[in-house]
DNA sequence: GCCGTTTTCGGCCCGACTGTTTTCAGTCG
């Protein structure tokens, strides 16, 4: 049992107690629970195998301890499956309709005996909807263009999507009369792997003609929203974007505030009232003067703070470390020397080796490791044993050749079901690092892939794992491994894990990279690149690491090729 | 349901916008 199969349930639990009625305390409880062990870096189930007390942990207080201890042992949760039989699941689903909540979906329960959004569509078509108190023709109306409307544009946007999405939308607000700073917040500055829409933080004299402006933006499909200060949009991509014009002496208290995450910023505001403050997005007040509020620095200190980085911003531990002035200084992209997970057009890359490697000398880097696959990657065109052999005479070529890189003889071994490696040993001995990465089996119980893995750590050449779990966002579940397993076999075998920067890997995620690092395990941070281009993905890499919280020490190729090689298995 | 340099009980973050209303509840972020 994991602990997102924990947080699912007291989420669900939350959800359905929240239409109930209950008391919403009871309910926030729920959620903090659940937003808790999102975050924990260590399996809840692991824990109390060893005997810990959870009701040590935030927000975690005898109740709660026992329900994951009830989840752990039974695999379910007695006070949901009774709450299940008058407050449906389906119900849960309801309140994801914009303008529906848990009050509205209660009344539907209890006037119209509504169970499910089949029975709400039911419901909103005959007309029955409008004659609630409460509701009227209008709510219906949007109600039944819910049901009417292509949804499949709500779930949500892959980091890099968003990205492209901000730059254009940045981009055409510059041109906004009187506009001094444009900052796009929420999860996408806290680089979160997914995004569920945009929120934007302009400051500007005459917020109205930013407003205006925003409105006629032309990817906009519909407008939810607009009032003086504020919009909401969806474009036609399904992307939902929201935008806030701020006078300059709020803006960095507005950046606080749009950041988020809602956690964060709630913790924030409890720390203002314990000393008579009050936080709002306009700046932080005693009484009703005004102590701060233009930059976010400011808002930081006078609650007593140094600026906390966007990406730990989760209420997470991150404002009693900032107290105690223990805040890391996170890994950036200044601190990276090399990238050691690319490919080349000899197996699925787009360019060859000389223009990698020159891509990457351009971006300030020192060493750079050439990692095509191996020949059980047949779709990948896969480098055969001879083939190999001919490329690393070519790169000690190229490094005759070119000055001010370094370029590294590496590949991206499969490894095999039974956890060897697709490669002789007589080849991996001529290489300067041994990456390797599972891609087919993705299936196997959670032993036997940890297993196959372990094995593969096993090789004297092997160090390092590329993208551990396989996942792909939205698209392919991670593997079921055992990752603490993993990680101290990595240790003890001196391996590496990777946090791969392909936009729909991530892979470690964020969660991950701190686990790593509270049990002192390395990290590589590779963009597996099969372009130029793609060396940029190291931003995301990074993102990852950041929110893990890992510095550069954390981190193996922040060092010199000297100092890194000395770390590497040969 | 959690939590305690004011509390073991009584608190628990804050404001904009919409649609329903005649002064505000619900939703949303």
Known sequence: MHNDEIAGIFEQLADLLEIDGANPFRVRAYRNAARLLRGLPEEAADMLARGEDLSQLPSIGEDLAGKIAEIVETGRLETLQALKKTTPAGLAELTRIPGLGPKRVRLLRDALGVKSPAGLRRAAMSGKLAQLPGFGVKTQANIRAYFDSDRSGEKRTRLADAEKVAQRLVAYLEGAADRKHIVVAGSFRRSCETVGDLDIVVASASPQKVMDRFAAFDEIATVAGKGKTRATVRLRSGLQVDIRAMELA?????????????????????????????????????????????????????????????????????????????????????????????????????????????????????????????????????????????????????????????????????????????????????????????????????????????????????????????????????????????????????????????????????????????????????????????????????????????????????????????????
Request: charged share 30%.
């Open 250 to 570: 709020s803006f960095g208290a507005a950046c606080v505030y749009f950041t988020g995450s809602k956690a964060h910023c709630i913790a924030l505001r409890k720390r203002g009232v314990s000393k008579g403050l009050k936080v709002n997005e306009y700046g932080v007040f005693r009484r009703d003067k005004s102590i701060a509020g233009e930059t976010e620095k400011d808002v930081y200190a006078a609650l007593g703070l140094p600026l906390i980085p966007p990406e730990l911003r989760e209420d997470r531990g991150e404002i009693e470390a900032a107290e105690k002035g223990k805040l890391p200084r996170l890994v950036a992209l200044g601190d990276i020397r090399g990238d050691l997970h690319v490919h080349t057009k000899a197996s699925d890359g787009r360019d060859d080796i000389r223009a990698m490697a020159k891509a990457a000398r351009a971006r300030g880097y020192d060493y750079l490791a050439i990692c095509d696959h191996t020949k059980h990657a047949r779709i990948a065109h896969g480098l055969t044993p001879s083939r190999l052999e001919r490329q690393i005479d070519r790169i000690d070529a190229l490094n005759e050749e070119l000055s001010g890189i370094r370029i590294l003889k590496s590949s991206e071994v499969d490894i095999l079901a039974d956890g060897s490696l697709d490669m002789p040993d007589s080849v991996l001995a001529k290489l300067d690092l041994v990456v390797g990465a599972v891609h087919f089996d993705f299936d196997l119980t959670p032993a036997r892939q940890t297993e196959r893995i372990i094995r593969a750590m096993d090789h004297p050449a092997f160090s390092i794992l590329a993208h551990p779990t396989c996942r792909l966002i939205g698209a392919r579940d991670p593997m079921r491994v055992q990752m603490e397993r993993l990680m101290d076999a990595a240790l003890e075998r001196g391996c590496y894990l990777e946090a791969n920067g392909q936009p729909e890997r991530l892979d470690l995620n964020d969660v991950y990279c701190r686990m790593a690092k509270e049990r002192g395990l390395k990290l590589a941070l590779s963009t597996d690149a099969h372009s130029t281009e793609q060396l940029d993905f190291m931003r995301f890499s990074l993102g990852q690491a950041r929110r893990g919280w890992l510095s550069p020490g954390d981190v193996i190729n922040t060092r010199s090729w000297r100092d890194l090689k000395s770390l590497l298995k040969r």
